[in-house]
């Protein structure tokens, strides 16, 4: 940054009195963001200057400029530090526990903030600006769009609280290829695709240990390391620098486990966003997308300030924070169509709220505004429970009984006191499909006993033919079975993925003396293959070969008449021997817990549970996954 004299300022202000010509709005955010730059004012004002005969570029300096007092990135050279060790992951995303545990209380947001405003250059700005245009002028695809579109999802200089930094040239220089010999067609998704297929050849390691705003485009040039956002992060900038216009979508909060998560869309020459997340799959044309995990809602991250959805909201100190981002857009009907009306019957709220479910408690992601004693949610993903809520500035507080859509209808769940019925519970939050694939890795493997080391002669004890339904699966053999070794056998096409092996004579554990897999080059050590009799089914074993072996050696003969297997799972079925608790949602009066019992099997009964209520059963033993439910038709269902 350039101190300049007041004179010149005086004249580069003369100068922007003359060139800016937009609305009145307009004009306002350039000044305010003139302001706001302090010493550098006439960094911006160069600017300004440069295109003055060029409209069009003109106009793309406008909205970079008015939009860059709200952009930042951190100061410190721990993040130098701690983005080294970053870059140190091995190939399957892992640190160094005493690398890791001394960072964890690290917040980054506690740094001093540099913004861009205050040290931005206008040779910076101008080679983006020119580098956006000539890209996308280049392309076919551009006469598709919009110069609005190309604002928003081309030219930016960056994207949040990364670093600020030189990147078009170097990602185009790299990149450039890809577009001018691997594809050179017009279909921008094909082109997305031919890309994304490079990338992920390259492969992009992830590792979502340490706390870190956005790594930036210098670091994931070289790395190519990071969590989900880090890896959208690094598509936008090799696509924006081959003038393909794209954009980052979010669920703030997922309903399965209570996370974040992102993924690209591009804009395609239809206008519609395709969504794109190329280290799992290429950008496909479909009606609605849906990668299997549960959204609620959908926002995208964007560099200009979007519209307020309501009036007068950002000065209202009753609306949370986190509905007060004017960077980002709910896109929620790009993924769902819908729309469901709660009564208010408090007439003095303005604004209601859902939530979905925490154990601690009902969190937010979406508002509506009252009128005429209703709210009317839009765009919210059918199959979640909501729970409607109210917000007075400090906590929220229960507005109603939750719901849940289901088609064209809903479901409200208000507990009918004056009839009762009895049932059965199996998990204490749904079976997710991640689950099941674990779960099916167990689909084929043998399991052998043998007098013998190297299973000469050797007895099939069992063959796992189907999926397991539960964690815990047991198997009585009868008459029982005399050997020393045991060897588990994955299918020629599967690795070795298991959780627990556990072997029982009447009613006593059989302790192994050894355990070992079949020799080659990466195998498993004994210290880990030990957790595959650990007892835990929340450790486990994955062989890196296909078709591998484990062999338990019990130091002597032995009489085995029972055998567990334990495929990998999310230890959310019932476990014998924890205590368990029922409760069901009293609309205004919350959760109500009515019963505890100790699990004897891997299924629960209760007695007198009201019917027509949504359910929360709660483990009082140990874990911390739980999702509410419902009884349907006698069997119990999860949103």
């Known amino acids: 940054m350039k101190n300049k004299s007041s004179k010149q300022t005086f004249i580069f202000s003369i100068i922007l009195l003359f060139i800016v010509v937009a609305c009145q709005k307009e004009n306002y955010r350039i000044e305010y963001a003139l302001d706001f730059a302090g010493d550098n004012r006439s960094e911006l004002l160069k600017v300004l200057e440069h295109y003055r005969k060029n409209p069009l570029k003109l106009k793309a300096a406008h909205f970079l400029i008015k939009n860059m007092p709200y952009y930042f990135s951190y100061a410190g050279h721990v993040l130098d530090s701690i983005k080294a060790i970053k870059a140190s992951v091995d190939e399957n995303g892992k640190l160094p526990d005493d690398k890791v545990n001394p960072l964890k209380g690290f917040r980054y947001d506690n740094l001093p903030k540099v913004y861009d405003a205050h040290v931005i250059t206008a040779d910076y700005l101008i080679e983006n600006i020119d580098m956006a245009f000539e890209e996308w002028e280049k392309r076919p695809w551009n006469k598709h769009f919009t110069f609005d579109d190309f604002c928003e999802l081309i030219l930016p200089y960056r994207i949040s609280d990364e670093p600020l930094e030189n990147w078009r040239a170097d990602y185009r220089k790299k990149f450039s290829f890809l577009l001018d010999s691997l594809y050179t067609g017009s279909d921008i998704i094909k082109a997305s695709n031919a890309i994304g297929q490079y990338l992920r050849d390259e492969k992009f390691i992830f590792n979502r240990n340490l706390n870190l705003p956005h790594l930036g485009a210098q670091f994931l040039l070289k790395h190519r390391v990071g969590k989900c956002v880090d890896s959208c992060d690094y598509l936008i900038y090799v696509l924006r620098s081959l003038g393909i216009p794209v954009a980052v979508d979010e669920l703030p909060l997922s309903p399965d486990n209570l996370t974040g998560h992102t993924w690209n869309v591009v804009l395609d020459t239809t206008q519609r966003y395709i969504p794109f997340w190329f280290t799992e799959e290429d950008a496909v044309r479909r009606d609605k997308y849906n990668d299997g995990r549960k959204k609620g809602k959908v926002l995208r991250r964007c560099f200009g300030m979007q519209q307020e959805t309501f009036k007068d909201m950002i000065l209202d100190s009753k609306v949370p924070s986190i509905f007060k981002n004017l960077f980002i857009k709910d896109v929620s009907s790009e993924y769902f169509e819908n729309c469901h009306e709660v009564p208010s019957e408090d007439a003095s709220e303005t604004y209601m709220y859902i939530g979905i479910f925490s154990p601690a408690q009902w969190m937010p992601i979406d508002m509506a505004k009252v009128a005429d004693g ?266």
Not at 545 to 567: A, M, N
Not at 598 to 607: C, H, M, P, S
């Open 374 to 639: 209703k709210a009317i949610f839009h765009n919210i993903e059918p199959n979640i429970a909501y729970q409607p809520l109210y917000y007075d500035g400090m906590e929220y507080r229960l507005a109603g009984y939750p719901f849940v859509l289901k088609g064209d209808s809903a479901i409200t769940f208000v507990p009918n006191k004056d009839e009762y019925e009895s049932i059965t519970v199996t998990r204490k939050c749904p079976l997710y499909l991640r689950a099941v694939k674990h779960m099916a890795k167990v689909v084929g493997a043998k399991i052998y006993g043998s007098d013998y080391e190297n299973f000469r002669q050797k007895q099939l004890l069992y063959h796992i033919a189907d999926t397991p339904k539960v964690s815990v699966n047991t198997i009585h053999l009868n008459p029982p079975v005399q050997c020393r070794y045991i060897r588990y056998t994955a299918p020629k096409n599967q690795v070795v993925e298991v959780a627990d092996l556990d072997f029982y004579h009447k009613g006593q554990p059989i302790t192994a003396q050894s355990i070992s897999e079949n020799k080659y080059e990466g195998q498993l050590s004994a210290e880990k293959l030990q957790e595959c009799l650990d007892h835990n089914p929340l450790t486990w074993i994955v062989s890196k070969q296909k078709g591998s072996h484990i062999t338990i050696d019990f130091g002597k003969e032995v009489y085995i008449d029972r055998l567990d297997y334990t495929p990998r799972n999310d230890d959310n079925f019932i476990r014998v021997g924890d205590v368990y608790e029922i409760g069901y949602n009293d609309g205004y009066e919350g959760w109500k817990y009515i019963s505890k019992q100790e699990a004897k099997t891997d299924t629960l009964v209760f007695d007198n549970i009201p019917k027509g209520a949504l359910l929360h059963l709660r483990n009082l033993t140990r874990g911390k996954e739980e999702k509410v439910f419902y009884i349907e038709n006698g069997v119990q269902t999860f949103p």
